[in-house]
RNA sequence: CGGGCUGUAGUAUACCGGCAGUACGCAUGCAUGGGGUGCAUGUAGACCGGGUUCGAUUCCCGGCAGCCCGACCA
């Protein structure tokens, strides 16, 4: 992609009202653009983001046997009246259409997998089953904050799996919590992110949440750094500490952000939707049930909070929108560009992904911009270089430089980046 | 949903009860060309409704919007 033509530009401030850092580093970058308060637009760049974080999850959700699908956004009033959840949620979105007709916009889609799952299980051999989408969620935050880290519209990975019985339930939700580390380790915010005990789950003292460390966090939760392991405020009582093992001199106070959850349904959804099997003695038998879910702007967010500098945005090379920013600071016609060019060509022929800053610009300019937009590597082609034909490769993380020949820049990256 | 604050060009801001100013951006030209360069010219603005007033962007009331604290929540 040749940064002329990249529709957004980069902006010296952010606006006033945002106070997040990730929300003024993504819209100054040009990744998002406000439209009201919670919700967001998604830019090229930004989503380029999104579909590698994407990407990063379905192939960990389908190492476990995860199948995709799409669910809608509008959801029948009567699903939600079966559970009781039509006047029990506070967030619930409520739409009216011209013939009167009430709908939800769905915050969440127990109330539409469960009957459709009914449809096609039956018997103990449609079991287990494990269906995942990603999709837009709506929930009526009284008050949206902290940039993309809490919206009211946002995109989600949720998934839900079917069981016959506890035992096999156990069984995924291991599985789910083993992807989700993987997941948030690929993602490149593994080390701070912490399996932490918190309330919920139906059918269990606790639910799973994946908490990231960070100040921009909303939830206070107790870490026990060796152990990996972690407890929300809202749960946190000695018999829990007891029954987990944890000593209280080894837990340290953070402040930390909810970057996925993995929960316990057991029948709470099943039953009301009468979601059953046959068992091998043709008994009649509930479905056990989890969900899992995983909110792919509020990920963008705080790896931004957690790895963005004073300059700028820090990509993990897994979800960075382009793997290379590559500057040109040749004159308009000049032997530097065309040089520039040549490697643009034969980086993007070789499925290297590119951000190509082609514009007549000066270097400060040009270097300031790709600090901000946080490409995890960048290449420059200028006079100090030129004469020996080499070019200037620098990690966005790292000061030092080293110079290459093009020749060598293709094959390094052709090689890591297929 | 309770409490507080704020609405001025695309962005950041200034001043003012009497023709709204600056910087960045954007456009044009010349110079410049390895860390947001310089000069010139141009472009564009008072959230909406009502009230007070000779006159309101300014004061008052209402609405709407945004932000912050709290409660709630992925």
Same mark, same amino acid.
Request: aromatic share 10%.
């Given at each position: ?49 999104? /579909? ?119 069984? &995924? ?10 997941? &948030? /380790? ?16 139906? &059918? ?178 200028? /006079? ?28 390094? &990256?052709? /090689?890591?980046?297929?």
């Amino acid at each position: 992609m040749r940064q002329s033509q990249l529709f957004t530009k980069t902006r010296r401030n952010a606006p006033t009202d945002e106070v997040a850092k990730n929300a003024q580093l993504l819209i100054r970058a040009g990744y998002i653009h406000k439209e009201m308060a919670g919700v967001y637009s998604y830019l090229p760049l930004g989503l380029r983001v999104i /579909k590698k974080i994407e990407s990063v999850i379905r192939n960990e959700i389908e190492k476990i046997g995860g199948i995709e699908l799409l669910l809608p956004s509008f959801h029948p009033k009567e699903n939600w009246e079966k559970t009781g959840r039509w006047n029990s949620m506070d967030d619930l979105y409520k739409v009216t259409d011209s013939s009167k007709r009430e709908v939800a916009l769905g915050p969440t889609h127990e109330e539409i997998i469960t009957p459709l799952a009914k449809e096609f299980i039956s018997s103990y051999k449609d079991l287990p089953a494990a269906l995942y989408q990603f999709q837009t969620k709506f929930r009526m935050e009284l008050r949206s904050k902290s940039g993309i880290l809490r919206g009211r519209e946002f995109i989600m990975k949720d998934l839900y799996s079917f069981h016959r019985d506890q035992k096999y339930l156990d069984r &995924f939700y291991e599985k789910a919590k083993s992807a989700y580390t993987e997941i &948030f /380790k690929k993602i490149g915010i593994g080390e701070k992110t912490f399996l932490t005990f918190a309330s919920g789950g139906s &059918f269990s003292k606790y639910s799973h949440e994946f908490q990231t460390l960070t100040g921009a966090g909303e939830d206070t939760i107790y870490v026990d750094q060796k152990r990996g392991l972690a407890v929300n405020k809202e749960v946190y009582t000695d018999a829990l500490l007891k029954e987990l093992g944890l000593k209280k001199g080894d837990l340290v106070e953070e402040k930390a952000i909810e970057v996925g959850n993995i929960f316990n349904l057991g029948s709470k959804f099943s039953k009301p939707f009468g979601l059953t099997y046959k068992n091998e003695a043709g008994e009649e038998t509930p479905v056990l049930m989890g969900c899992y879910g995983i909110g792919l702007g509020r990920v963008m967010g705080t790896v931004v909070e957690v790895l963005g500098d004073e300059k700028g945005i820090v990509w993990p090379e897994s979800i960075a929108p382009f793997q290379i920013h590559l500057i040109s600071l040749g004159e308009k016609g000049s032997a530097i560009e065309k040089s520039a060019e040549e490697l643009y060509v034969g980086l993007t022929k070789n499925d290297v992904s590119v951000l190509f800053d082609d514009r007549d610009l000066r270097a400060g300019e040009k270097f300031a911009d790709a600090d901000l937009i946080g490409i995890p590597y960048r290449l420059v082609l200028g /006079k100090e270089t030129h004469k020996e034909g080499r070019v200037e490769l620098k990690k966005r993380t790292e000061e030092k430089t080293s110079l290459h020949t093009k020749e060598e820049l293709i094959s390094r &990256f052709t /090689k890591i980046h297929v």
